[in-house]
Structure formats: structure tokens, C-alpha cells
């Protein structure tokens, strides 16, 4: 494990969220999703979305997380998570509401060439012990089928399957998505730790 740290994102990480969003897609989905998607979508959108979302969240239970690695000469963000309260996003098709004790996460990154280093483990450990202080009892994220890493990552840490799905439409193809859970206890250890 590489030392590094986590900690809530400021307005001065959205830039550098939105570069590892950006690069992290276009490596991991590039199979994925037709190429001219991935070419055509804007860091400076993105980054000025996740502006907004660490300065302006929906709710005090919306965070944003970013991951560190440091070194003895430098500190570079390797990844970030961000979630909240299971809102339409988190359903499956003509599926009811979620109760409010349960957690969404909308994203999970780590860029690529800084995988495999327990930042996903030392991000997602981070977002539940905020979802247990936030009274969350639940969370689910959704992952698409054909990515096998986050998957095998999630399930790794006891996240699985609830059974809904679902297909996005990115420019006429469809992207079949199915929906992991995981039960948050406050007598556990924190899943990833």
C-alpha cells in the first residue's frame, strides 16, 4: 500500500477531479462506450460540476472525497469519491423511492496508473464512516456490467448484487448497469478498511 490519505475535496481540487474523471473514462470505458463519446466531453464542464458540487451540495449529506498519495518531496490526488442521499439517480426503471436511510455513491475513481494502491479502499472506508454519522444504514452505486474491476473491487468488500438493473443510452448503445448494496453497521469495521 502506498501512503496517502483522504480527505473532504475543496473548490481548488474540482479541476484536478474533473482531469482524473476524465482520464479514468477514457482509459476504463473506452471499450465501453463509442470513442467520439468519450473525445467530446469537457474537462472545463466537468470540472465547473464539480465546483458546484463541493461548494454548493444539495445537502449536508453530499460529499465529495478525494484520495492522496504522498511522498517525502510531493502530494498528488489519485482519485475521489462523491455521495449522498439515494435519490431518482439510484433507482432502477419505475422503481419507488429508496428510504431515506440509504446512501448512493455517484462516483468511485482512482486513476489508472495510480491503481492498486489502497486508495479505493482508503476512499470507500472514509465515505462510510461519513454515511454512519449521516444515519445512513444502506448504500448502493451502481457499475456497469462490463466493468469487471469495480465489481471484483466492491465485492471484494462485501458489496453484491440487489437485483435491479438498468441500461443507459449513450448515443443509441446501450450500457446494461446493475445495482451492488451493502448493509452499513455501526458495530463493524468499515467496509474496504
Do not use: C
Request: hydrophobic share 45%; charged share 25%.
Amino acid at each position: 500500500m502506498a501512503l496517502g490519505f483522504v480527505r473532504p475535496a475543496r473548490p481548488e481540487d474540482a479541476a484536478e477531479i474533473a482531469r482524473i474523471q476524465l482520464s479514468t473514462w477514457r482509459t476504463a470505458y473506452r471499450r465501453m462506450f463509442p470513442p467520439h463519446v468519450l473525445d467530446n466531453l469537457d474537462e472545463g464542464y466537468l470540472a465547473r460540476g464539480w465546483t458546484e458540487a463541493i461548494t454548493a451540495p444539495p445537502s449536508a449529506r453530499h460529499r465529495v472525497l478525494i484520495a492522496v498519495e504522498q511522498s517525502e518531496t510531493s502530494a498528488h490526488v489519485v482519485g475521489f469519491a462523491a455521495s449522498g442521499p439515494a435519490d431518482e439517480q439510484a433507482l432502477a426503471p419505475e422503481e419507488k423511492p429508496l428510504p431515506d436511510d440509504v446512501a448512493a455513491v455517484t462516483d468511485l475513481l482512482i486513476e489508472p496508473r495510480w491503481g492498486r494502491r489502497g486508495h479505493g479502499s482508503r476512499l470507500l472506508a472514509a465515505a462510510v464512516d461519513n454515511w454512519r454519522d449521516d444515519g445512513f444504514h444502506t448504500a448502493v452505486a451502481w457499475v456497469y456490467e462490463a466493468d469487471e474491476a469495480m465489481r471484483k473491487f466492491l465485492g471484494s468488500t462485501g458489496w453484491e448484487p440487489d437485483g435491479a438493473g438498468r441500461a443507459l443510452d449513450v448515443d443509441d448503445l446501450l450500457v446494461p448497469q446493475l445495482r451492488l448494496h451493502v448493509a452499513i453497521n455501526a458495530d463493524e469495521p468499515a467496509a474496504g478498511a
